[in-house]
T-cell receptor
Framework: GAVVSQHPSWVICKSGTSVKIECRSL??????MFWYRQFPKQSLMLMAT?????????EQGVEKDKFLINHASLTLSTLTVTSAHPEDSSFYIC?????????????FGQGTRLTVV | AQSVTQPDIHITVSEGASLELRCNYS??????LFWYVQSPGQGLQLLLK??????LVQGIKGFEAEFKRSQSSFNLRKPSVHWSDAAEYFC???????????FGTGTSLTVIP
């Protein structure tokens, strides 16, 4: 199956700093990537949809200036949490859909545990 | 509006017992249906999916699921649970040729010896 690699797996940062999370599709081209946030014992909440070469589409309530998403190539999308605060601590998961395969399953990264201290 | 409901927040079963996790969806057309499993601190792994055809689908790790259109359900089953099956299970629905996924709130499975 297709592989999506997310890096880093976990990160601790100081309040006020920025953190970048990478999501790569290793063996397929991903036209669309998705970023989710998951709070403990809860489901995945879609934050934004990222299409290669265009601006991301953010879900209602997600601050686009705080969660910067870039999808510069067909294999890489990044999420940057800017000026992080403790309430941004969470588990962030990306997923990618293969090019020309809309409607098929999305492949998920292993997630990034962000802790802001 | 599209939605996915997993009525059981937490289920405990004995090792070797059978398992059924419930999933109901609300969708305006024929959806694509998925079950994912998440181990603690890990990403999501696809167990199985239904797009069309045979309504009983087989997945990995001995899991199966049955799509019942009349009940808008896609329940996950396993005849004999193993201790390693303890995890969080998510049902999801997606639209054909759409990029949107909707996840249920998940069911946490505990397996006791």
């Amino acid at each position: 199956g297709a592989v999506v690699s997310q890096h880093p797996s976990w990160v601790i940062c100081k309040s006020g700093t920025s953190v970048k999370i990478e999501c790569r599709s290793l063996d397929f081209q991903a036209t669309t990537m998705f970023w989710y946030r998951q709070f403990p014992k809860q489901s995945l909440m879609l934050m934004a949809t990222s299409n290669e070469g265009s601006k991301a589409t953010y879900e209602q309530g997600v601050e686009k200036d705080k969660f910067l998403i870039n999808h510069a190539s067909l294999t890489l999308s990044t999420l940057t949490v800017t000026s992080a605060h403790p309430e941004d601590s969470s588990f962030y998961i990306c997923s990618a859909r293969a090019r020309d395969r809309a409607g098929t399953e999305a492949f998920f990264g292993q997630g990034t545990r962000l802790t802001v201290v | 509006a599209q939605s996915v409901t997993q009525p059981d927040i937490h289920i405990t079963v004995s090792e070797g017992a059978s398992l059924e996790l419930r999933c109901n969806y609300s969708y305006g057309a024929t959806p694509y249906l998925f079950w994912y499993v998440q181990s603690p601190g890990q990403g999501l792994q696809l167990l199985l999916k239904y797009f069309s055809g045979d309504t009983l689908v087989q997945g990995i790790k001995g899991f199966e699921a049955e799509f019942k259109r009349s009940q808008s359900s896609f329940n996950l089953r396993k005849p004999s649970v193993h201790w390693s099956d303890a995890a969080e299970y998510f049902c999801a629905v997606g639209a054909p040729f759409s990029n949107q996924f909707y996840f249920g709130t998940g069911t946490s499975l505990t397996v006791i010896p």
